[in-house]
């Protein structure tokens, strides 16, 4: 597992080799929220989380057991009793793909230690029932797919992406320039020799684009303010 820290805040390290390794990813988001990623529920779970959360000062974790599987029980708990210790906010993502322990692993860490899930419903399993989300949020197998390679990349307009089918996630960004500003401020007879006449751009924060994840960190980042608010 590579180390995490200074990683910007826009960018996903995935592992060259991901044939054996439990977690598929892991970055920092927004500066101080560990994004962990599964593929499946594996023996060395545990000690992957473990490590990736070694380098970074962070105020809670995002658990994407999104297309997730495995077959490991002794893994569930070792993870679950991890996530007990560390005591921080945690969020869990799933969607109709996770299966297998993978849904067991959501429920326990849901049940034991009040991880909120957001996604879709999950597959049914052989001990249990399919996990229906706390937040359901709406988005295609497709997009899903696309967005957790990099959440931060537009996507193409369609019925899940669109702000309506997300939650109105998406910020509006108002694309008038301080040039057409002025041109109006003109027009209605207050001209000021003084007005900038050119836009001076400022590069444009990267917000996740990717509507499950969004709530995920936003709810994290509204835990941390809550705290530091009690402390």
Known sequence: MMALAGLPAAQISSRADTTAAALAKAAVLENDILYLRA????????????????????????????????DDPGAVKAVANLFA???????????????????????????????????ST??????????????????????????????????????????????????FVDHTSEADLVRAKIKDGDEDENLPMERITEPQKPFIRDPVLARAVDLIKGLAIVRASHS
């Open 39 to 70: 593929s499946h529920v594996g023996k060395n779970m545990a000690e992957e989380i473990q490590f990736a959360a070694t380098t970074n000062k962070i105020i809670g974790t995002v658990l994407d057991l999104r297309f997730a599987d495995g």
């Open 85 to 119: 210790a560390k005591k921080l906010p945690l969020t869990i993502l799933v969607n109709g793909e996770t299966r297998g322990e993978a849904v067991a692993l959501a429920a326990i860490l849901h049940e034991a230690h009040e991880g909120l899930i957001f996604g």
């Open 122 to 171: 999950t597959r049914e399993t052989k001990s249990r029932g399919p996990i229906q989300p706390d937040v359901a949020v709406k988005a295609s197998p497709d997009d899903e797919r696309a967005l957790m390679e990099d959440p931060y990349a537009a996507q193409a307009p369609n019925e899940t992406n669109s702000p309506a089918a997300t939650n109105n996630l998406l910020p």
